[in-house]
């Protein structure tokens, strides 16, 4: 783990890579030892970091942030960032016996020119998500890029465009697509173990933070933070630190709260079980959402409540709950459910051929980057492709539009949706909500 000592004793400094000579040659066959560059070295970023150098996945060759690292991520105490993420690399490199060669950017487009660069984990807030995956796929790189997706509907196409223009592999972070158990579930349900589907009931987690009220006063940028880098296509904001690290997903500046934190997980799952894994529903509702009062800078729904319905009649309802994910799928002959808290079953024979806890699963965080890692040797379709992870992100993005209307609208807002189009239909209330202010040189 990073601790404040080896930040103090890092030697980079911002936009100077500490060099690194490139030994390998990157994923020429498969059993290459591809060079990766991480964008993102936060909460997630980090954790990814560890599990890719603890099972030696391959060559890390850059890391890229615009934080050279603070304290105060999802907890006071995490100290993350640029800084000890190489620390990180380069104490890992010696471990190992190998030269410490991995470079440190504060702009991924330097990340982006390296060569020896096969492939990158984007791993940075959503409102970047797109503009990355973009340039990485044009600049002929393979991505990991978190879940969702997207931070705007429309990025999504143009995220698939790219990737399949490029030959590209992508693999969304939804990891539940590596969990053994998840699979079971999905796709016990998907062969008919609990007879038709009715229904589907996902649950997304509370807003698990606090951020400042109304009248909240600005912040002093911290020396070693690159601000206006961090916000990049969002809208120019002063700073203060409940923006950025960690609690970016409670603005919808930069992301979509819980619906999209959670729903990307919860619903991917729903989606995954019910056999519409590039599809979405024909129809939404929002039936209830609670906010913070207005002023603060916290904005996303703090409590939710949506339904949607499917072209084969199943109902799919989103609410918020005290399991951060949860999916839970209710048949004819009866239900199964799963999520971070257990799998259970209306009855245990359902549950017959579960993978048994902790035995040879493993933590699906490392077998989704692990499965990555092979399909960029491989050249096969990982267990997240692009357009999977566009319609999970694209359902999420569909319910926040009406989400965030309901405050004028109330329920009983039901607006169709065309999912292969992306849009709702002859509703440009809700079709407004779903394009967000960019700003110049990146919109
Ligand atoms: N799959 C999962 O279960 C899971 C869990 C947590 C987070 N995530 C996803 O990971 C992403 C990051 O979330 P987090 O919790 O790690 O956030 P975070 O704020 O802790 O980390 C993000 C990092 O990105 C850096 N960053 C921002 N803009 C950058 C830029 N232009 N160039 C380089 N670095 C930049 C920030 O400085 C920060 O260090 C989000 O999309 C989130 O949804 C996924």
């Known amino acids: 783990m990073p601790t404040r000592r080896n930040f103090l004793a890092a030697t980079m400094s911002l936009g100077v890579p500490a060099i690194l000579p490139r030994h390998g040659r ?18 997630q970023g980090m954790g990814l970091l560890q599990r890719f150098l603890a099972a030696d996945m391959g ?15 999802k907890e006071p ?15 890992d490199a010696g471990a190992k016996g190998r030269p410490a060669e991995c470079g440190a950017y504060d702009d991924f487009r330097r990340l982006l020119d390296r060569k020896d660069v096969d492939a990158v984990v984007i791993v940075v807030p959503d409102h970047w998500h797109a503009i990355m995956t973009i340039m990485a796929a044009d600049a002929g790189k393979d991505i990991y890029c978190e879940k969702p997706l997207s931070f705007a509907i429309g990025e999504g196409r143009r995220m698939i465009e790219a990737v399949r223009r490029g030959k590209r592999v992508l693999q969304t972070g939804s990891q539940e697509r590596s969990n053994q158990v998840s699979r079971f579930v999905c796709e016990a349900v998907r062969a008919g173990r609990i007879g038709q589907i009715r229904r589907v009931v996902t649950t997304v987690g509370f807003n698990n933070k606090t951020g400042p009220g109304p009248g909240w006063s600005p912040m002093p940028v911290p020396p070693t933070f690159a601000y ?10 002063p700073y203060h630190e409940d923006r950025c690290l960690y609690r970016f997903r409670f603005n919808y500046d930069y992301s979509g709260g819980q619906i999209t934190n959670f729903g ?17 529903p024909v129809e939404l509702e929002c039936l209830d959402a609670k906010f913070l009062p207005a002023g603060s800078l916290f904005n996303t729904a703090l409590e939710t409540r949506f339904r949607c319905r499917y072209a084969n009649g199943v109902e799919l309802i989103c609410e918020s709950g005290p399991e951060s994910v949860q999916t839970r799928f209710e048949g004819t002959d009866g239900w199964m459910q799963t999520g971070y808290r257990g799998t259970t079953a209306s009855d245990p024979a359902l549950l017959e051929g579960l993978p048994p806890k902790g035995t040879g699963t493993g933590d699906p965080h490392s077998r989704h980057l692990a499965n990555f890692m092979d399909c960029v040797k491989t050249r096969a379709e990982p267990a997240a492709p692009v357009e999977v992870g566009h319609a999970s992100s694209a359902l999420c993005h569909a319910a926040n539009a009406l989400i965030r209307l309901f405050p004028e609208t109330g329920p009983g807002h039901v607006a169709r949706w065309d999912a292969a189009r992306d849009c709702f239909v002859d509703d440009d209330a809700a079709n407004r909500m779903l394009v967000p202010a960019q700003r110049d040189p990146w919109s």
Not at 228 to 237: E, I, V
């Open 26 to 43: 990157g994923a020429d066959g498969p059993n290459e030892r591809v060079g990766v560059g991480f964008i993102g070295t936060g909460n």
């Open 264 to 280: 990307a997980h919860s619903n991917d799952m729903a989606h995954w079980g019910m056999g519409v894994d590039t599809g979405g």
């Open 228 to 237: 206006r880098r961090w916000l990049g296509p969002a809208p120019d904001q």
């Open 59 to 73: 060559n890390v060759v850059g890391v890229c942030d615009v934080n050279r690292g603070s304290l105060g991520y």
């Open 77 to 91: 105490a995490h100290f993350y960032g640029l800084e000890p993420a190489a620390a990180l690399v380069a104490k």
